[in-house]
């Protein structure tokens, strides 16, 4: 094997959506890795470039995983492009190849961060240019070689991305929902919930099914990555294809061992458009008949009895576009009902980006909120919300459902 490939440790920087780190790192910890180091939104290890090709295969709340190059100080451009010209391109990019630039910089020397992603390369092209005679094609395009510039002030990192299109897309959804939850914080959101796997999982709310089949394939133990077949480190000149074979093969081991679920998973939704939504992305995940769907409101869900405590995770319009918040109180307050007539056998969850609209329903929280992000939403899970007794009567009244 290629031992710039399986050999050279360096430091891996693994993204993630802001909040979502401390589910990263228990994922991170759980593949046999220790942690270095933890933001907001990514964790540190320590890795080789094929301990890359597992974590992207196993990490279900990532976006990419980056391989460190170098790391230096750069006062201006040309810093960097000379600092950058002295690494071995031609240890990782196909002379005739392809690659993109992807970049975060802030540096009161340049005034277009397009530049920076320039200069990156221009510095790999003049290496590779000046060695054999000829240079890899560059471009925007993420489904080849993939580099990523870190530059902020005068500390600037220059990294692999060896993932290219994020982790978050895994494939299955075919079809989708006005504003769908990324499979990577739904795979955080499930985590933070503390499911054990055994217990019911049920998602009234459904959408196109996201939470419902991130579950599933928690529950069968199945690599989030399975039906993935390119990544950036693919298409380096070091790659190793028989590594990629061995961290396949074990994945279906593990799912193998796994795929058939000791508990019930239910997905409904009130629009009919969502249920067939759901069942065209379960059916292209594979696990249409470890899922049970129906078109109803909310509070008609049906809650099958469980052998080990469940998990009940509700995802609700936030008002704005998502729906009028003055017509959602109701909504938010119905769930708080509903949450409450099931608490005997399971723990309740909502995942909201309007906090304030559940308050004002009347939810009380038994803990305090988790925080995350979609998109740019700050969003909340609020667990095992009760009602004040007074709104609970006050719904009661005016439902006609009850």
């Given at each position: 094997?290629?031992?710039?490939?399986?050999?050279?440790?360096?430091t891996?920087?693994?993204?993630?959506s802001?909040?979502?780190?401390?589910?990263?790192?228990?994922?991170?910890?759980?593949?046999g890795?220790?942690?270095?180091?933890t933001?907001?939104?990514?964790?540190?290890?320590?890795?080789?470039?094929?301990?890359?090709?597992?974590?992207?295969?196993?990490?279900?709340?990532?976006?990419?995983?980056?391989?460190?190059l170098?790391?230096?100080?750069?006062?201006?451009?040309?810093?960097?492009?000379?600092?950058?010209?002295?690494?071995?391109?031609?240890?990782?990019?196909?002379?005739?190849?392809?690659?993109?630039?992807?970049?975060?910089?802030?540096?009161?020397?340049?005034t277009?961060?397009?530049?920076?992603?320039?200069?990156?390369?221009?510095?790999?092209v003049?290496r590779?240019?000046?060695?054999?005679?000829?240079?890899?094609?560059?471009?925007?395009?993420?489904?080849?070689?993939?580099?990523?510039?870190?530059?902020?002030?005068?500390?600037?990192?220059?990294?692999?991305?060896?993932t290219?299109?994020?982790?978050?897309?895994?494939?299955?959804?075919?079809?989708?929902?006005?504003?769908?939850?990324?499979e990577?914080?739904?795979?955080?959101?499930?985590?933070?919930?503390?499911?054990?796997?055994?217990?019911?999982?049920?998602?009234?709310m459904?959408?196109?099914?996201t939470?419902?089949?991130?579950?599933a394939?928690?529950?069968?133990?199945?690599?989030?990555?399975?039906?993935?077949?390119?990544?950036?480190f693919?298409?380096?000149?070091?790659?190793?294809?028989?590594?990629?074979?061995?961290?396949?093969?074990?994945?279906?081991?593990?799912?193998?061992?796994?795929?058939?679920?000791?508990?019930?998973?239910?997905?409904?939704d009130?629009?009919?458009?969502?249920i067939?939504?759901?069942?065209?992305?379960?059916?292209?995940?594979?696990?249409?008949?470890?899922l049970?769907?129906?078109?109803?409101?909310?509070m008609?869900?049906?809650?099958?009895?469980?052998?080990?405590?469940?998990?009940?995770i509700?995802?609700?319009?936030?008002?704005?576009?998502?729906?009028?918040?003055?017509r959602l109180?109701?909504?938010?307050?119905?769930?708080?009902?509903?949450?409450?007539?099931?608490?005997?056998?399971?723990?309740g969850?909502?995942?909201?980006?309007?906090?304030?609209?559940?308050?004002?329903?009347?939810?009380?929280?038994?803990?305090?909120?988790?925080t995350?992000?979609?998109?740019?939403?700050?969003?909340?899970?609020?667990?095992?919300?009760t009602?004040?007794?007074?709104?609970?009567?006050?719904?009661?009244?005016?439902?006609?459902?009850?």
């Amino acid at each position: 094997m290629n031992s710039t490939f399986t050999e050279e440790p360096s430091t891996l920087v693994i993204t993630c959506s802001s909040g979502v780190s401390p589910y990263l790192a228990q994922e991170v910890k759980a593949l046999g890795f220790h942690i270095d180091r933890t933001t907001d939104s990514t964790v540190e290890t320590e890795g080789t470039l094929a301990d890359c090709v597992k974590l992207n295969m196993h990490l279900r709340t990532a976006h990419r995983v980056l391989y460190t190059l170098d790391r230096f100080r750069a006062h201006n451009a040309n810093n960097l492009y000379y600092a950058l010209i002295d690494i071995p391109w031609e240890n990782y990019i196909d002379p005739e190849g392809y690659f993109s630039v992807d970049k975060a910089v802030e540096n009161p020397t340049i005034t277009d961060t397009r530049y920076a992603s320039l200069k990156v390369k221009d510095a790999v092209v003049d290496r590779l240019r000046e060695k054999f005679g000829c240079r890899p094609d560059s471009g925007n395009e993420r489904d080849r070689t993939c580099l990523f510039v870190h530059w902020m002030g005068e500390n600037a990192s220059i990294y692999i991305d060896t993932t290219g299109e994020s982790l978050s897309f895994r494939g299955y959804r075919g079809a989708t929902s006005e504003a769908p939850m990324r499979e990577s914080l739904a795979a955080a959101v499930i985590m933070a919930s503390g499911w054990n796997k055994r217990g019911n999982f049920i998602n009234p709310m459904c959408g196109c099914g996201t939470i419902a089949i991130e579950a599933a394939w928690m529950a069968q133990n199945r690599a989030p990555a399975m039906l993935r077949d390119n990544f950036s480190f693919m298409h380096l000149c070091c790659y190793e294809p028989s590594v990629w074979t061995q961290v396949v093969s074990e994945a279906m081991k593990a799912y193998e061992a796994s795929k058939d679920i000791p508990c019930r998973i239910v997905a409904t939704d009130i629009e009919s458009d969502m249920i067939d939504a759901t069942y065209e992305n379960a059916e292209l995940a594979g696990i249409d008949k470890l899922l049970t769907c129906d078109v109803c409101d909310f509070m008609l869900t049906p809650i099958p009895e469980t052998a080990e405590r469940g998990t009940i995770i509700m995802n609700p319009p936030y008002g704005g576009r998502m729906g009028d918040p003055l017509r959602l109180r109701d909504t938010y307050t119905g769930m708080g009902v509903f949450l409450q007539k099931n608490k005997a056998s399971y723990d309740g969850y909502i995942f909201t980006g309007n906090p304030e609209l559940a308050e004002n329903s009347g939810l009380e929280l038994s803990g305090h909120p988790q925080t995350f992000y979609s998109g740019r939403i700050e969003c909340s899970l609020l667990e095992n919300p009760t009602l004040k007794a007074e709104d609970e009567a006050r719904f009661l009244r005016r439902s006609a459902i009850l």
